[in-house]
């Protein structure tokens, strides 16, 4: 099994794909046909839900706004948000340009994601910013 290169992941696309499909087809067994995919649909949008409120507590950083689509999009305040980038796990997060600023996005559309490694990632490397900065 390839591993991810997100600390929060130990799945690829395909492994989430066939997890969808095995819910959707215990689904059909118990009578509802889109519950096994409602319910990823819905785990997805709780977890965007919860990396958007904890990013939005951390003062370091710049949230756009609160996710309604669970998209997230930050940028951080102390820091280029290339040079943080740089520093992130790769996959884990993607960059948008916004009103010729460069942001960071997170799509939450794997519902295996570990929320909590995500947020504890991102909070240590801005620690981590915070500290070279004193220097």
């Known amino acids: 099994m390839r591993r991810s290169r997100w600390p929060s992941v130990d799945a690829s696309a395909g492994q989430v794909l066939m997890l969808a499909v095995a819910k959707w087809s215990a689904s059909l067994h118990s009578g509802d046909i889109i519950d096994g995919i ?3 649909i819905e785990h ?3 977890i965007a839900d919860k990396l958007c409120k904890e990013l939005s507590k951390e003062e370091n950083l710049c949230v756009l706004e609160s996710q309604q689509t669970a998209i997230t999009i930050f940028r951080p305040l102390n820091y280029t948000t290339e040079d943080f980038f740089k520093q992130l796990p790769e996959g884990m997060f993607s960059t948008c340009i916004i009103d010729n600023q460069l ?24 620690g981590k910013e915070a500290m070279l900065q004193s220097f």
């Open 38 to 40: 409602v319910d990823l």
């Open 44 to 46: 997805s949008i709780e």
């Open 103 to 126: 942001w960071l996005r997170s799509v939450a559309v794997n519902p295996l994601a570990d929320i909590d490694k995500i947020i504890s990632t991102v909070k240590k490397l801005l």
